[in-house]
């Protein structure tokens, strides 16, 4: 490639964790782009990437989801976007590879470690069990979003589990001051979420079948929200990796970290319940 315009995954964290594809193209780069908005490194493995290809530049969402300036600069030279995890993970980067494509500018990838094929495996949960995927975002401006819940309600109530992903904007705009969602702050938003949709439940169609079965799935899950089993996975993927089987409740006395996941289990097997019960609290 003489230019154009390479998306590259950098695994959940550290140099470790990314293939030798990724280092070299990133090395070989002309430019490199740190997308910092979907997902973060730690400064400090950051700082380590930067000694090993080169120097880096950090973009945000403006930057990625308006790539003038990035596309332009790929007609010309090799530019790398490293991005946390596998690249097209996000429907922002896929945007990008359409954006470049429309551009005339060759798009390549260069795949990484994404958390949503490891945690399933770290934890012990079946894949073949999860249902949709969603994200605990902050209550921006104090509006409180429900959906999450609502996601993780109809998921539970088929017998599907739910990775939640957690968020790292309280601004939502996507710019900079990213602050990662820390388990007491996840508590938090689920208890808002419960009881914002508690409050709206009358408001909800009841005209088919499924509708009936959503509206069932939200009440059942806010009856005891407290109590809900959830696994904290932390900072997955690197030396500070950790798991715990624990309460909502409970996440107000999880230890905080770099970046954190939920997974909300369905009616675990026997197999499942012997997997989960590694993490609970001794």
């Not at 249902?131 to 819940?149: D, I, K």
């Not at 900079?176 to 419960?194: N, T, V």
């Not at 715990?244 to 409970?250: A, E, N, R």
Request: net charge negative; proline share 4%; glycine share 8%.
């Amino acid at each position: 490639m003489a230019a154009g315009l390479i998306l590259i995954g950098m695994g959940p964290g550290g140099i470790s964790g990314m293939t030798r594809a990724a280092i070299e193209a990133a090395k070989n780069a002309d430019y490199r782009r740190y997308e910092a908005y979907t997902a973060l490194w730690s400064n400090e493995d950051l700082e380590a990437l930067e000694a090993e290809i080169g120097d880096i530049q950090r973009v945000m969402r403006p930057e990625v989801e308006e790539p003038v300036e990035l596309l332009q600069l790929a007609k010309s030279n090799i530019v790398a976007l490293l991005v946390v995890g596998d690249p097209l993970q996000a429907t922002t980067h896929v945007d990008l590879q359409l954006q470049a494509q429309e551009a005339g500018v060759e798009c390549s990838v260069v795949h990484g470690v994404s958390i949503t094929g490891l945690v399933t495996g770290a934890v012990g949960l079946s894949n073949y069990r999860f249902g949709r995927q969603t994200t605990l975002t902050y209550p921006y401006g104090g509006w409180v979003a429900t959906s999450p819940l609502e996601v993780i309600a109809l998921n539970k109530k088929q017998g599907l589990h739910t990775l939640a992903l957690l968020d790292l904007d309280p601004t939502g705009e996507g710019v900079g001051g990213q602050r990662p969602m820390q388990p007491a702050d996840a508590k938090d938003s689920i208890l808002r979420m419960g009881s914002k949709l508690l409050e709206n439940l009358d408001n909800y169609s009841k005209d088919t079948p499924f509708d009936l079965l959503k509206c069932e799935s939200y009440s059942e899950i806010c009856e005891d929200l407290s109590s809900l089993m959830v696994v904290l996975c932390s900072d997955m993927g690197t030396e500070k990796q950790s798991i715990s089987y624990l309460s909502v409740d409970d996440l107000s006395n999880a230890k905080n970290g770099g970046l954190h996941c939920l997974i909300v289990p369905a009616s675990p097997s026997d197999v499942e319940i012997s997997a989960l019960s590694r993490w609970s609290k001794k």
